[in-house]
């Protein structure tokens, strides 16, 4: 018999998490933030081992590609758009991806991480299926990557758009593409709460574009540096 455990807490704690982002307090969170701090505290306080919730709620990870894909329908509606500041995007997406890449492993080097950590947090800025592939080809740790790009993407949602505004970058098609670069899946739904279909746009082709240039580079910048 199926276990759904996982895929329905996983669910509620989700919509959970929406609800309670109508408090003050909590409007900056993601909802995948609120909801994984309930799902962590109903597995310690029920003793239940991550292996178990995780195999009733791998069911969630099959739409993730599915999810991913569906990103495109914006991108195909505003053809045009795209097609008037394609020199621009494309500059953005090789300079962020080269630019993560490098700085990712300046980094961890800096911090005397061993290749392995290194070839996991590479992909860090890429959306959770593709990154945990390009980790899986290069020889990182995929739970490692997963974890990285989740940090990575909270990160950017919740402080992306303040500091493109400290810096006074105003420019919708600029805050879209360095949304979506930056913090792929997780930032791309920010730029949707904020309601501008540029941003929507921009961020949804960065994300699904600096995923597909990082399986290329990364494993070419690996191969430069051993």
């Known amino acids: 018999m199926m276990n759904f455990f996982g895929l329905i807490i996983t669910i509620i704690f989700y919509k959970t998490a929406e609800f309670l982002k ?3 307090i909590l409007s900056k969170l993601p909802p995948i933030v609120i909801a ?3 799902i962590i505290f109903v597995l310690e306080y029920f ?36 097609k008037q500041n394609k020199r621009i995007i494309y500059t953005a997406f090789v300079s962020a991806t080269v630019l993560a890449i490098v ?14 950590i290194i070839e996991s947090m590479l992909p860090k800025s890429v959306t959770a299926p593709i990154a945990v592939e390009i980790s ?13 790009v989740v940090l990575t993407g909270v990160f950017g949602g919740m ?6 505004e400290l810096i006074r970058v105003k420019n919708d098609i600029a805050i879209g593409l360095s949304i979506g670069a930056a913090s792929h899946v997780v930032g791309t739904a920010r730029c949707v709460e904020k309601g ?18 990082t399986a290329i580079i990364a494993p070419l910048f690996l191969h430069l540096i051993r």
């Open 22 to 24: 109508r408090f003050p």
């Open 36 to 38: 994984g701090m309930l």
């Open 47 to 82: 003793h239940i081992d991550f292996e178990t919730y995780n195999r009733s709620a791998s069911y969630l990870t099959l739409l993730l590609m599915p999810a991913t894909v569906a990103l495109g329908y914006p991108i195909y509606k505003n053809i045009e758009l795209l």
């Open 103 to 116: 700085l990712t492993y300046l980094t961890a080097k800096f911090c005397h991480a061993d290749l392995q």
């Open 136 to 148: 899986k080809n290069i020889g990182g740790i995929p739970e490692l990557t997963a974890c990285v």
């Open 159 to 164: 402080f992306g758009h303040k500091i493109l």
């Open 196 to 213: 501008s279909e540029k941003q929507i746009v921009m961020a949804s082709v960065a994300l699904v574009i600096v995923g597909v240039l």
